[in-house]
């Protein structure tokens, strides 16, 4: 049987077995290449090397496929950002593995599997690699009784090929779109994939992942930070500058609301969630304003700074004084996350800066975008 055989194949049983998965594989565009060891994607081409594909076992070509098209699906190659690129690569390798584990894809030996980043995103998996790689420990996850051919043969189906082309938004956009496809095939057939909305509390009415949402925002505020000096040194041999980030820090502004409508419960829920932006963002300075129907303080943390500081409120609840403070002492903010239940007194008209309201329950707000993070019940 031929390798494009093969992935036909492949791309069938994926289907019968996992709709959601089969319907994104199909997708792939295959292209034969020497130039490198095993097969790499980046959504538009799929290349792969014949030599070692004509090796592999249909079980092993559903894998790759499978694990190549949910690269894509979570926009890990958009979420990298300024993250060392090897290491990232090898970070969302290992939360993409775990879940096709869950939803019973066959990990083969030699894929980056470990059972330690269950449930976690890859930015946690990252911090957790770069902690152990920058300590001087050159591969905690290593065995370092195996000997050099059986390391090689661990690594066989690991997937850190990367081809050095970005996606366009409209790749990105079509991708997108037919992961909505998939979705609502799979879920006709009773056969949507388990934990696609891991780490999550569902929000039951639109099946939304609130914390995916609220990362890709956060990702997209980093990304979109950008300054013509210096320039982006990628595409200089091209005769233009394209803008590059400016440093390792951006600023993203929080806000909790304090008031009497958001009791002790929601208000530790609220404080979780920051720590967790914190952990999982670590470059990026957050500047945190405590208030209810005024600004009771403004605190600015740095990633992996100890969190001291005393929430103040009771009251009632008015976003005004917020949005104030913040054009008065912070012109430069680009993104405001506020966590808030949604009852309160608005601005007349919205800031020149994106707003993302964490709200504890639906509610309808005049401007930004709401993304209900709790269940009612």
Request: net charge negative; hydrophobic share 35%.
């Amino acid at each position: 049987m031929s390798v494009e055989q093969l992935f036909t194949k492949a791309k069938s049983q994926l289907t019968l077995k996992h709709p959601y998965f089969g319907m994104l594989a199909s997708r792939l565009k295959h292209e034969p290449s020497q130039s490198i060891r095993s097969y790499a994607s980046n959504g538009v081409r799929f290349l792969y090397n014949p030599d070692f594909m004509e090796h592999r076992t249909l079980q092993e070509i559903m894998f790759i496929l499978t694990n190549c098209v949910m690269h894509h699906i979570l926009s890990h190659q958009q979420r990298r950002l300024n993250r060392h690129g090897s290491l990232w690569q090898l970070a969302t390798d290992y939360a993409i593995n775990n879940l096709l584990h869950k939803n019973g894809v066959i990990i083969p030996q030699g894929a980056n599997f470990n059972e330690e980043f269950k449930d976690m995103y890859a930015e946690e998996i990252y911090e957790l690699l770069k902690e152990e790689h920058f300590s001087g420990v050159d591969d905690a996850f290593d065995n370092p009784d195996e000997s050099d051919d059986e390391k090689k043969e661990e690594k066989l189906f690991a997937n850190t090929e990367n081809i050095d082309e970005e996606l366009d938004p409209e790749t990105e956009s079509q991708w997108h779109y037919a992961a909505s496809v998939a979705q609502e095939v799979a879920q006709k057939k009773s056969a949507m994939p388990s934990d696609m909305h891991r780490l999550a509390k569902k929000v039951k009415a639109n099946n939304v992942d609130w914390r995916f949402e609220l990362y890709n925002a956060v990702n997209r505020h980093m990304r979109n930070n950008y300054a013509f000096m210096p320039p982006n040194k990628k595409h200089i041999y091209r005769g233009f500058a394209l803008p590059s980030l400016t440093s390792d820090t951006l600023s993203l502004c929080v806000a909790i609301d304090t008031s009497g409508s958001i009791n002790d419960e929601l208000l530790g829920a609220f404080m979780e969630e920051f720590k967790s932006i914190m952990q999982n963002f670590p470059s990026v300075k957050i500047e945190l304003i405590i208030a209810d129907a005024k600004v009771h303080a403004h605190y600015t943390f740095q990633g992996g700074e100890k969190l001291d500081f005393v929430l103040k409120g009771g009251g009632g609840t008015d976003y005004r004084p917020v949005f104030d403070y913040i054009e008065a002492n912070l012109p430069m903010n680009t993104m405001l996350l506020y966590f808030t239940d949604g009852d309160g007194w608005f601005p007349k008209y919205p800031p020149n800066y994106e707003v993302l309201w964490a709200l504890s329950r639906k509610a309808k707000v005049p401007f930004g975008r709401p993304l209900v993070i709790f269940n009612d019940n």
